[in-house]
């Protein structure tokens, strides 16, 4: 669990603002996957990145919603134009592979839009 | 004590007592199961994982059930502990898949 880090732990944001979620992957993994977890919820998948390329984003809003893994630094989930119904707790996950189970989480970004 | 899983969201157990944490799982292809355990302000912690083609798996205090027919997943927890008290949650998915099915969560909390 400690290998995935993730930042900021805690994200407040007004409406209409940008949010920015960063993770660093464990050393050595190039496989990111985001999930989204609401209060009293289980996560459910956003998105699965390789270095530079997105694999499968099928569970991401359209509209909003981008992610990014780039060659150098972590990756970055971004929601433009947040809103209220965005605030949840966000966590990644890596792997050295595809398909490398179980998944280990880090402690996730929890963004609040007020 | 013994949960329902998404009827019964909440498992209250004596310390020292065991513990039965249900969950029912809805697609049929998967073949591969996990129970991870989440603590407050934190993320989903591995506990134990299964496989399809097995029933039964053990680990330190810890057991997994799997009735394939009735598409029915159990956590046992021996001998509970404080600091087991969490929320549970079991995922699926297919061996290999990156997409995690997760449950709704049951929260175990652990009675002195």
């Known amino acids: 669990n400690a290998g995935v880090m993730q930042n900021p732990r805690h994200l407040v944001r007004r409406r209409g603002q940008e949010a920015r979620l960063r993770c660093s992957p464990m050393?050595?993994?190039?496989?990111v996957y985001w999930y989204r977890q609401l209060p009293e919820e289980g996560l459910k998948f956003m998105v699965y990145?390789?270095?530079?390329?997105?694999?499968?984003e099928s569970g991401m809003p359209k509209e909003r919603f981008s992610a990014e893994f780039p060659k150098e630094g972590p990756s970055i989930l971004r929601i433009q134009q947040v809103v209220r119904g965005d605030s949840a707790a966000y966590f990644c996950?890596?792997?050295?592979?595809?398909?490398?189970?179980?998944?280990?989480f880090g402690n996730g970004t929890r963004l609040t839009v007020t | 004590g013994e949960s329902v899983g998404l009827h019964l969201p909440t498992l209250s157990v004596q310390e020292g007592d065991n513990s039965i944490i249900n969950c029912a799982y809805s697609?049929?292809?998967?073949?591969?199961f996990i129970w991870y355990k989440q603590e407050s302000g934190k993320g989903p912690q591995f506990i134990i994982d299964?496989?399809?083609?097995?029933d039964k798996r053990q680990g330190q205090r810890v057991t997994v059930l799997l009735n394939k027919t009735v598409k029915h997943l159990s956590l046992q927890i021996a001998a509970t502990q404080p600091g087991d008290s969490a929320v549970y949650f079991c995922?699926?998915?297919?061996?290999?898949?990156?997409?995690?099915?997760f449950g709704t969560g049951t929260r175990l909390t652990i009675i002195p």
């Open positions: 299964i496989r399809s083609n097995m």
């Open positions: 996950a890596s792997s050295y592979r595809q398909g490398d189970s179980p998944l280990h």
């Open positions: 995922a699926e998915n297919n061996f290999g898949n990156e997409k995690l099915t």
């Open positions: 697609n049929s292809a998967s073949d591969y």
């Open positions: 990145l390789q270095k530079e390329n997105i694999i499968d």
């Open positions: 050393k050595g993994h190039s496989h």
